[in-house]
Structures are given as structure tokens and as C-alpha cells.
């Protein structure tokens, strides 16, 4: 359950901001890079419970897949360097799409930067 605090969004269960929602388009495009590189049909991936890990990734796989999300963001290399070691952490404590495109809200990258990207 979540409930909204007008400065910051929804709120988490733990008091965090729930980015969620927010993320939710975003989870899709990651589960279509997912689907690309693990060689899986798309339907196999559900962007909030499948689990990276458990589809047949790997950390070479997993940072294929950052990257390439990473460009069809198109943040600065910067934003990139950053990310990268940010998302990879994520993916290790939480392997899920949704868990991805969360981590990429909360540290900056907004959605609209995937609006048009229809699969990778």
C-alpha cells in the first residue's frame, strides 16, 4: 500500500518514495533488452516479478544488458559511468526489470527519455 506525500510522490511501504508507476513504462523496455539478449521470447519476461538470473543472465549478460539500456536512454557518459555500477548493484539485490527501470527513476533518468523506443 502506498499513500502520496505531495512533494515527493507516493510513498512506500518502508517510507521510501515508490517509483513504481513512474517506472512502469520504462520496465518494458528493459524487458525487451532482456528478451534480446537472453535469446528469450518477450512473452517469457515479466518486467515486475521475472527474475534476471533465473531466465539464464549472467554478470558478463548483465552488463551487456546495462549498456545497452543505458544507450537507449541516451544519457551523458557521465550519467552512464554513474549509472552503470548503480544498476548493477540493483540487479544483484533485486533482478527484476522493474527493479531496473526503478533504479533508473530514482537516480535521475527521466521516462520520457525512452518515449519511442519500441523495443531495442
Excluded at 14 to 19: A, L, V
Excluded at 25 to 46: C, G, H, K, Q, S
Aim: proline share 6%.
Amino acid at each position: 500500500m502506498t499513500e502520496e506525500r505531495a512533494d515527493q510522490g507516493p510513498i512506500s511501504e518502508n517510507g521510501g518514495t515508490d517509483y513504481s508507476a513512474e517506472a512502469a513504462p520504462v520496465a518494458e523496455i528493459v524487458a525487451d533488452v532482456w528478451a534480446e539478449t537472453l535469446e528469450r521470447p518477450r512473452a517469457d519476461i515479466d518486467p515486475q516479478k521475472s527474475d534476471f538470473f533465473e531466465l539464464g543472465g549472467y554478470s558478463l549478460l548483465a552488463l551487456q544488458v546495462i549498456a545497452r539500456v543505458l544507450e537507449l536512454s541516451e544519457v551523458t557518459e557521465d550519467q552512464s559511468l554513474e549509472l552503470e555500477g548503480l544498476l548493477l548493484n540493483r540487479l544483484f539485490e533485486e533482478a527484476t526489470p522493474l527493479a531496473q527501470a526503478r533504479c533508473l527513476v530514482e537516480n535521475g533518468v527521466s521516462p520520457s527519455r525512452f518515449e519511442g523506443v519500441t523495443s531495442p
